[in-house]
Structure formats: C-alpha cells, structure tokens
C-alpha cells in the first residue's frame, strides 16, 4: 500500500459516523440497494442494516462502485429484531411516512445518534416499523407526486444529516472513533485486496497495519500466506 492511498483510507476511517445509519425494510431492488449503500459511504455511514428474509441481500456492483467494500451491510429478519438492536445502540429512529403525525425532515437534530428507516418500494413503511420509530418524517412536496424513490429520499435525509454533523465538527477527528480491530481490517482490505483475499481462504487472523501502512504478522502468518499465494 502506498502512502497516498495509506493516509486517504486513515482520513476516510476518521470521518466515519459511527452513529448514523440506515435501515431498509425489505427494499428488494438490487439498484436500489446499491444506491443507498453507495451514498451511505460518501457521507461517512459506517454501517446499514437491513430487513431481508433470506440468506444474502442483492445488490448491483455497477451501481455500489466499490463502497459495498466499506459500508457493512447487517441484516436482521424482523423490523422487530433491527429496531430493537439498534435502539439498544442508543439510537433515535425516524421512519419516512407521509402521516399527520410526521414532520419536516430538515427539523431534526441528526447530531444524535440516529437511525434511518426506509420503507419498500412499493407499499412503504409497515404498521409494525411505525409503532416501533420514536418518529416519523417527511420530504416535503409540492407537485402531484408525493413520493421519491428509496434512494433518492435516503440521500436527501442523509446529506441533511451531513450538513447538521459538518457544522457542529464531527467529521474534523483527527483519530477514527471506530474499533480498533475494525479500523486494523478496512486498512488491511484495502490497503491489501490481493492479500486479504489469500487470508480469508486460508482462515488467516487480519495482521497488523503499522502507522506506515506496512502488514506486520509473524513468520508463520508468512509462511502460510507466500505458501498460498505460490499455490
């Protein structure tokens, strides 16, 4: 890894919003799944969750542009189970409903801790995600239309929690706020695609990332790694 890319990654892992995210509730278009994973990432959001039944969530690479590597996807099988995680980690939870009850979307204090709950495409948000978020917001509009795509309406929220968080200094840390084990495997990823690759198949502990960007492991880490990629 060289040192530019080195230091742009420690920059990124810097700025990461720890406590800020999205949940989508069973959004299923892979397009769409990608676009709000790819804006999640160009506004520092560390991780999104996601109501998915099944075993693996489809998202379209073309569309993500590579943040599928730094924006981790957690998947939950109920609203139920996702709201309840997230709330365990502190988190104010807004869900997106055109409602009486809702309001601007630009009236919220985005500084805190905050959750994101995107509906599906085609009804929305369920009765079940209502109940459970601490409130509702909306987009406001004036044409015929009263509604955006999921991952227009995901971007608009979170460029408005950009903004809010710019102002008040929360991107300007000089040291990232996330785990050190995860700060160690994004640098190792991405610093080193090809090696970390070898390491997965071989079942390798993340290694070391120095603070010049070179892999510290010991000799058997080695061995076993120069002997894989020989193979």
């Known amino acids: 890894m060289n040192n530019q890319r080195h230091a742009r990654i420690r920059a990124m892992l810097a700025s ?7 949940c989508m509730e069973q959004v299923h278009k892979p397009h769409n799944v990608s676009a709000v994973i790819r804006t999640a990432d160009a506004v520092g959001v560390h991780e999104v969750h996601a109501v998915w039944p099944g075993n693996r969530m489809r998202t379209m ?12 996807v957690k998947t939950h099988r109920t609203i139920t189970d996702a709201v309840e995680h997230l709330k365990g980690c ?3 939870i807004l869900a997106t409903h055109l409602s009486d009850e809702a ?8 500084t805190l801790p905050t ?15 209502l109940s459970l978020a601490d409130r509702q917001i909306i987009i406001p509009m004036v044409g015929m239309v009263q509604s955006l795509n999921v991952s227009v309406a995901s971007a608009l929220i979170l460029y408005e ?7 008040a200094g929360m991107y300007h840390r000089q040291q990232s706020t996330l785990e050190i084990s995860e700060q160690q495997r994004l ?3 991405g610093g080193y695609p090809v090696l970390a690759r070898v390491a997965r198949q071989k079942g390798l502990a993340t290694p070391v990332i120095g603070v010049e960007g070179e892999v510290i492991a010991d000799p058997e880490w080695w061995a ?6 020989s193979q």
């Not at 990461?16 to 999205?22: A, S």
């Not at 690479?61 to 981790?72: I, L």
């Not at 309001?103 to 985005?110: A, L």
């Open 161 to 167: 929690a950009q903004r809010q968080r710019q102002i």
């Open 103 to 110: 309001v601007d979307f630009r009236e919220i204090d985005y």
């Open 16 to 22: 990461r919003q720890h406590d800020l995210t999205v």
């Open 61 to 72: 690479v073309s569309t993500a542009a590579g943040s599928n590597s730094w924006v981790q």
């Open 224 to 229: 076993i790694m120069q002997s894989s990629v």
């Open 90 to 92: 502190g988190m104010q």
């Open 115 to 129: 959750c994101i709950l995107m509906g599906q495409e085609k009804t929305g948000i369920t009765e079940t995600a």
């Open 187 to 189: 640098l190792f990823e």
